[in-house]
């Protein structure tokens, strides 16, 4: 590997491990109110915190020897579109808030994964078996509450 390419996955990693310590301290700043429950509202931005620390970690020190990077243009065009995205997933019309946290989250994963390559089914199967996940780990794992969505109120 170029020594230019491994200095990047290290600059990258420790951009990504200073933002998991942000979010860690943030998370740990969280206040619980009464009544909250064992788990509180810290647990699992800990947990996503700590997660992303590892896979700095894991970035910094585990460098891909042979990246393959989309040529010319492509990149931006990818980075618009995957940002465009999460931006309609936040506030637009396909917003959690209208749509609720399912069908959202399963368009978002679906568009998301046809970006980095998958074919269109895989991807809507990715996107809604990992919604589905997702949603039971939130509401019967963690006890949290997540928007059902303007449509079906």
């Not at 019309?93 to 946290?101: A, H, Y």
């Amino acid at each position: 590997m170029a020594g230019t390419e491994l200095m990047a996955d290290r600059i990258a990693g420790l951009i990504v491990l200073a933002c998991a310590i942000a979010y860690g301290l943030g998370a740990s700043r969280l206040e619980s109110g009464f009544g909250s429950g064992p788990v509180g509202p810290r647990l699992f931005p800990t947990i996503l915190a700590i997660c992303l620390g590892i896979c700095a970690v894991l970035m910094m020190f585990r460098s891909d020897p042979a990246p393959s990077w989309p040529k010319g243009s492509q990149i931006w065009l990818k980075f618009i579109l995957v940002l465009t995205a999460f931006i309609f997933y936040a506030y637009g019309p396909i917003s959690i808030r209208n749509l609720g946290f399912i069908i959202s989250t399963s368009f978002v994963t679906s568009v998301v994964s046809i970006f980095f390559g998958a074919r269109f089914l895989p991807a809507l199967l990715v996107g809604i078996i990992s919604s589905f996940a997702l949603y039971a780990i939130f509401v019967l794992g963690l006890d949290l509450s997540l928007p059902v969505g303007r449509i079906f109120d």
